[in-house]
């Protein structure tokens, strides 16, 4: 096993956060952007490709952002913030990595992997299209979830759309839009939600616009591994085949896809195949 250090950083608008990273030797680090209220430790992935990292000499930064949690506070300056996924502001998340890059340049990193996890891909993906990206050398996302796509499997979506646009411009923010939207009966505040779930929003990286797709402007390096068995999939696409025939005409040609036959959302049984097809990539 990999040694941990626990580290506390700032992101650019001086929110406080903190990870846990493995700090190898080399000047590489990959910094692991976690999904919708999760953080930067319960995946049991993030286990394996720890030690597939650290076999490389590559670090591994995982942090909490400020969607950590449903509702979560977070110092900043003399303040708190009411985040966690309940109250985040998606344009916000670019502070987040931001932050992560510049603490790991501290310690003398000079070049970065992000990765994501299902929101955290579509965090890292408007990162790198709204930031500056010199030292960004790959982009790993791991079940990059459709946020509008998925927000449409709920009936009551343009309801909710509608009224959380009706409350932003009442200055009624932080009020909810439901205390249980989509599937897994998430509470969603009005000024959460447009950002994530309006199509043609910095969110929606998949959908068709005029100049392309927002996933296949990204000329990075990017390796995408999705489980056959990841609800993103079936619940949206219905089949990796459906899935895979839409990113298809979108991606960059510097994408790869990797499918893990039977892996769901959170590739748990499956951690293994991931740090192998993962390990292959940054080799």
């Given at each position: 096993?990999?040694?941990?250090?626990?580290?506390?950083?700032?992101?650019?608008?001086?929110?406080?956060?903190?990870?846990?990273?493995?700090?190898?030797?080399?000047?590489?680090?990959?910094?692991?952007?976690?999904?919708?209220?999760?953080?930067?430790?319960?995946?049991?992935?993030?286990?394996?490709?720890?030690?597939?990292?650290?076999e490389k000499g590559i670090s591994l930064?995982?942090?909490?952002?400020?969607?950590?949690?449903?509702?979560?506070?977070?110092?900043?300056?003399?303040?708190?913030?009411?985040?966690?996924?309940?109250?985040?502001?998606?344009?916000?998340?670019?502070?987040?990595?931001?932050?992560?890059?510049?603490?790991?340049?501290?310690?003398?990193?000079?070049?970065?992997?992000?990765?994501?996890?299902?929101?955290?891909?579509?965090?890292?993906?408007?990162?790198v299209l709204m930031q500056d990206i010199?030292?960004?050398?790959?982009?790993?996302?791991?079940?990059?979830?459709?946020?509008?796509?998925?927000?449409?499997?709920?009936?009551?979506?343009?309801?909710?759309?509608?009224?959380?646009?009706?409350?932003?411009?009442?200055?009624?923010?932080?009020?909810?839009?439901?205390?249980?939207?989509?599937?897994?009966?998430?509470?969603?505040?009005?000024?959460?939600?447009?950002?994530?779930?309006?199509?043609?929003?910095?969110?929606?990286?998949?959908?068709?616009?005029?100049?392309?797709?927002?996933?296949?402007?990204?000329?990075?390096?990017?390796?995408?591994?999705?489980?056959?068995?990841?609800?993103?999939?079936?619940?949206?696409?219905?089949?990796?085949?459906?899935?895979?025939?839409?990113?298809?005409?979108i991606k960059h040609e510097n994408t790869?896809?990797?499918?893990?036959?039977?892996?769901?959302?959170?590739?748990?049984?499956?951690?293994?195949?991931?740090?192998?097809?993962?390990?292959?990539?940054?080799?």
């Open positions: 096993m990999t040694s941990l250090d626990f580290v506390r950083f700032n992101a650019t608008d001086n929110v406080e956060l903190h990870g846990w990273l493995n700090n190898e030797t080399s000047d590489i680090a990959v910094i692991h952007v976690h999904g919708m209220s999760g953080n930067g430790y319960e995946n049991y992935f993030l286990d394996n490709l720890r030690q597939t990292y650290a930064f995982t942090i909490d952002t400020r969607g950590r949690g449903i509702i979560s506070d977070f110092r900043q300056n003399d303040n708190w913030k009411h985040a966690g996924s309940c109250f985040e502001i998606f344009s916000e998340s670019v502070h987040d990595i931001q932050g992560a890059i510049n603490y790991l340049k501290t310690l003398g990193k000079t070049r970065f992997i992000l990765q994501g996890h299902s929101l955290g891909c579509t965090k890292v993906i408007n990162f010199t030292g960004i050398e790959k982009i790993i996302l791991l079940a990059p979830t459709d946020m509008a796509g998925w927000a449409n499997t709920d009936p009551r979506h343009r309801q909710y759309l509608a009224k959380a646009k009706q409350l932003i411009a009442e200055n009624k923010g932080q009020e909810l839009v439901s205390a249980e939207c989509w599937l897994d009966n998430t509470p969603i505040s009005a000024q959460t939600y447009p950002g994530l779930c309006e199509a043609g929003s910095p969110a929606d990286i998949y959908g068709e616009r005029e100049d392309g797709a927002l996933l296949g402007k990204v000329s990075l390096p990017i390796l995408i591994p999705y489980g056959t068995a990841d609800i993103g999939i079936t619940e949206i696409d219905g089949t990796m085949d459906k899935w895979l025939e839409r990113v298809e005409k790869q896809i990797a499918v893990i036959d039977g892996a769901s959302h959170v590739f748990r049984g499956f951690e293994d195949k991931l740090a192998e097809v993962v390990g292959d990539y940054v080799a």
